[in-house]
Nanobody, 124 residues
Framework: QVQLVESGGRLVHTGDSLTLSCVGSGRTFSGRAMAWFRQAPGKERDFVGSVTSDGGMTYYVDAVQGRFTISRDNANNTVYLQMNSLKPEDTAVYYC?????????????????WGQGTQVTVSS
């Protein structure tokens, strides 16, 4: 089981940039795809983006394509979410997760070992 801890969330303003980190401990996650999801107040948790185990490929939801970048440092068991040009609609709790099940890379059911989340608030 991989334990994940997200950090970096805070209050920012529209147009700002922010980088979230997700550090894994315990069993290494270097052999697994990782993803970021987010949950806005009163809404379902949604897929944001994912990265393959080697970091070679990334996938993003349309709403963040071109603004967000996922990267990973397997040597340090860390995955990053670089967020640029932030908008109020990006306000959410952001979670990272490890892909442990077969299935779509964008589906929550494919992921396990969720972190506790980190709050990002974008003010207008």
């Amino acid at each position: 089981q991989v334990q994940l801890v997200e950090s970096g969330g805070r209050l920012v303003h529209t147009g700002d940039s922010l980088t979230l980190s997700c550090v894994g401990s315990g069993r290494t996650f270097s052999g697994r795809a990782m993803a970021w999801f987010r949950q806005a107040p009163g809404k379902e948790r949604d897929f944001v983006g994912s990265v393959t185990s080697d970091g070679g490929m990334t996938y993003y939801v349309d709403a963040v394509q071109g603004r967000f970048t996922i990267s990973r440092d397997n040597a340090n068991n860390t995955v990053y979410l670089q967020m640029n040009s932030l908008k109020p609609e990006d306000t959410a709790v952001y979670y990272c997760a490890t892909k442990v099940y077969s299935g779509p890379y964008y589906s929550q059911t494919s992921f396990g070992s969720w972190g506790q989340g980190t709050q990002v608030t974008v003010s207008s």
